[in-house]
């Protein structure tokens, strides 16, 4: 018994019981006297026996188990919005049960394989930037009858219940208060357009243009081929390449808008006064750089809580309940990375 897990059937064949009274004395029955739940928990103790819970889920049809999928947990987003998730998942009696799709499609399949094997009571998933347009995946657990929440980043399923932020109107936010900065010559650095967090940045920062009579200029928006520091030095070198330099920058994550102020800094371009920048996602780190980053909030945990009781209740609704599409408020956190551009590129 030393290299296996002790078993119910190990407890009762020690203990001279049947394997079902061991069962019933470990979940406190009443019909088992106090004396022989004390031997069945001590030998419990010292056999070092675990609940197979999973075999008790089979058993009662249920696991009290929620499962999630993240894209990754690098950064301070999606940890923080698995704060959410778990602080109103455990307050509702459930456990949850997190897997990482790690920005591939395949692995995500497999990530849905695993929590649909293990018996969980309803899944909250936000999409790999790999997944695309494929979601014969998602149809397979809405088809098993397993509740299904999408967040922040989200497939084009019809009928599908998430929670997302208002990221049009969170980049619109942004590009609106660097050109009352006095910027005029904003560029962008666009995430990949197939996912709906960059699309709808992007949009929003061609309305904020179109709405202020900027000209919308292709040579100052730079597709990142990766949400990274590296990603951002590229583009920002890219940008200073130009016969005209932009005078502010909106970037549409967090991560590039460093890598493109340390390239500023090391050719000598002084932020805001020469060029203005912003982003999106108020990471801890976008307070710590030289300046401090303006940045746009993301609501993360809000986002974790919402998208726990939008399943919660799907598990309580009919099957033909379909919850609207919730939208969160962004909010535009305004630091010395943009702020007061206008009086600075006239002070002496």
Known sequence: MANRRASITDLAKALGLSPSTVSRALSDHGEISAATKLRVRQLAQELNYLPNNLAAALRKGRS???????????????????????????????????????????????????????????????????????????????????????????????????????????????????????????????????????????????????????????????????????????????????DTLPDGVFTAYAFPVVGALEVLHERGIRVPQDIALACFSNEPFTTMTQPRLTAVDQRAEQMGETAVRLLLQLLKRTPQYTPPHILLKPELIIRESSQHRAQLVTSP
Do not use: W
């Open 64 to 242: 009290n188990t929620l499962g999630i999928i993240m894209p990754h947990i690098n950064g301070y987003y999606f940890p923080a919005v698995m704060n959410g998730i778990e602080k109103v998942a455990s307050r509702a009696g459930f456990k949850v049960m997190m897997c990482q799709s790690n920005e591939d499609l395949n692995r995500e399949k497999q990530n849905i394989e695993t929590l649909l094997a293990a018996q969980v009571e309803g899944i909250l998933i936000s999409i790999s930037a790999s997944t695309y347009g494929e979601t014969a995946h998602f149809e397979q657990v809405r088809q098993q009858g397993t509740p299904l929440v999408f967040f922040d980043r989200v497939p084009d399923l019809p009928n599908s219940t998430a929670v997302i932020l208002d990221d049009k109107q969170g980049a619109y936010q942004a590009v609106k208060h660097l050109v009352e900065q006095g910027c005029r010559r904003i560029a962008h650095f666009a995430g990949p357009q197939h996912l709906n967090t960059s699309r709808n940045r992007y949009q929003g920062y061609r309305e904020a243009l179109l709405a202020h009579d900027l000209p919308y200029d292709e040579a100052l928006v730079f597709t990142l081929p990766s949400l990274t520091r590296d990603a951002g030095r590229t583009g920002m070198a890219q940008l200073l390449e130009l």
